[in-house]
Structures are given as structure tokens and as C-alpha cells.
């Protein structure tokens, strides 16, 4: 041990350049892995805060959803045990849409004819819209009805302006449709509520996806922004 260290100190006083060389290798790659530590603590930090942020919106729109269902199954049971729904619908509407706060419109549809709405302001035009004679977005329709239960359609341009998340619910006489109860969720909305949520100063983007039934395209919603070309951790699910 002694011979080494008698080594090691002739060649640093012989060699001061060499050292200093030593020296500043050295000291470099101690400072290039605390700074591969630290990137690495951030990049962890960054991956569960993007996981924490997408299982935050997606049960937001969870809670959406089944308020979606509620409220159609609510009104499903007022159509076929009163016969006055059309009458007090203004009413019916108004205390399932109270309860279902994440629920903006309800309707009514008479085999696939819309034929009442709550809120009526604003929407007043899609009263005599035959859903089922839309090629755009039958196919939803369709499959809400051959599945016998809620099923959303959408997001989708609603003929009153703006784009929606649409729940039907198709109700039966015996094996002939009677109708069906339809909720709108209002996905601008959907996204604004993510988008003012606690800890969120616009550091993330959120988008959905889904294969269009009717031209079997895939199709994506959300902000007008090309994700692809977006730095930092992405997530789905």
C-alpha cells in the first residue's frame, strides 16, 4: 500500500497537467450522473403526474357517463309508466337533469322521432328529428336499440350547435320499439372540467379516440392539437 501511494503521488507532482486532467474527468462525471439522477427523478415525477391526470378525466367522463345512463333509464321508466310524459316533460326533465348534473339536454323520442326536450331554449330544432333516418349516425342508433340498454353515440355536430356525447335507451312495447330517451353531454364542457381541475395550468392535452362506426374511420377528439408533435409523457388508456 505504501509503494502505491508513493506512486500515486510522484505521478501527481511530476504530472500536474496530467492530474488536472484527472481532476476535471472526475469531477465531470460526478456532475453528469447527479445530473442523469436528477433527469431521471424528474422524468418519474412527470409519468405519474400525466397518470394521475389521465385517471382523472377518465373518471370524470365515467361520472358523466353514468349520469348519462341515470338519467335515461329515469326518464325510460316516467315514459312507460305515465302517459302524460310528453305534457309534463318540462318537469320530468328538469328533476332528472337536477340530479344528473353532468347531463346538459334530455329528450324524448317517439319510435326515432324526437319529440321532447329540456331544456326546449336552444334546442328547439331538433323537435321532429328522425334519428333513425340520419345515415351520419344511425348505426348508434341501431346498436343501442339491438343491444336493448344505454349506448353512447358520439362525440358528435348536434343539429342545435356544438358537439355531444348522445345516450339512448330504447324502450319497448312487447317486441316493437316505442321509443327511446336520449341524454346529451356536452363534450366542450367535458373538456373544460378537466381542463380547470386543481393543478392544471394547460401543461396537458387530452384527447379521445374512436373508430366511427358508420365509415369505420378512426377518428380523434379534443383540442385542435397535433399530439403527435407534443414533448413530454404520454399516456392512454
Given at each position: 500500500m505504501t509503494k502505491i501511494k508513493d506512486w500515486i503521488l510522484l505521478h501527481v507532482y511530476s504530472s500536474?497537467?496530467?492530474t488536472g486532467w484527472l481532476v476535471f474527468l472526475f469531477s465531470l462525471s460526478v456532475i453528469l450522473f447527479f445530473s442523469f439522477v436528477e433527469y431521471k427523478l424528474k422524468l418519474s415525477a412527470e409519468r405519474e403526474l400525466v397518470?394521475?391526470?389521465?385517471?382523472?378525466f377518465e373518471n370524470?367522463?365515467?361520472?358523466?357517463?353514468n349520469d348519462g345512463i341515470s338519467a335515461s333509464k329515469t326518464l325510460g321508466f316516467f315514459a312507460q309508466n305515465q302517459e302524460d310524459v310528453i305534457q309534463n316533460f318540462e318537469n320530468i326533465g328538469k328533476q332528472i337533469l337536477e340530479s344528473n348534473t353532468d347531463v346538459d339536454v334530455i329528450q324524448y323520442l317517439d319510435s326515432g322521432t324526437i319529440?321532447?326536450?329540456y331544456p326546449l331554449a336552444g334546442n328547439?330544432?331538433?323537435i321532429g328529428y328522425n334519428v333513425l333516418k340520419d345515415s351520419t349516425n344511425n348505426k348508434e342508433v341501431q346498436e343501442a336499440i339491438r343491444r336493448n340498454d344505454v349506448y353512447f353515440s358520439g362525440p358528435i355536430n348536434l343539429r342545435q350547435g356544438g358537439k355531444g356525447i348522445?345516450?339512448?335507451y330504447p324502450l319497448f312495447e312487447g317486441d316493437k320499439l316505442k321509443g327511446l330517451s336520449a341524454v346529451i353531454i356536452d363534450f366542450n364542457k367535458l373538456f373544460e372540467k378537466v381542463s380547470q381541475s386543481e393543478n392544471n395550468k394547460g401543461d396537458f392535452v387530452f384527447q379521445l379516440s374512436k373508430v366511427n362506426p358508420n365509415t369505420q374511420l378512426l377518428e380523434e377528439f379534443g383540442p385542435n392539437t397535433d399530439?403527435?408533435?407534443l414533448?413530454?409523457?404520454?399516456a392512454s388508456v
Open positions: 500536474p497537467r496530467l397518470n394521475f391526470k389521465l385517471n382523472e370524470l367522463l365515467s361520472n358523466a357517463l319529440v321532447a326536450v328547439e330544432i331538433v348522445v345516450g339512448r399530439i403527435e408533435n414533448t413530454g409523457h404520454k
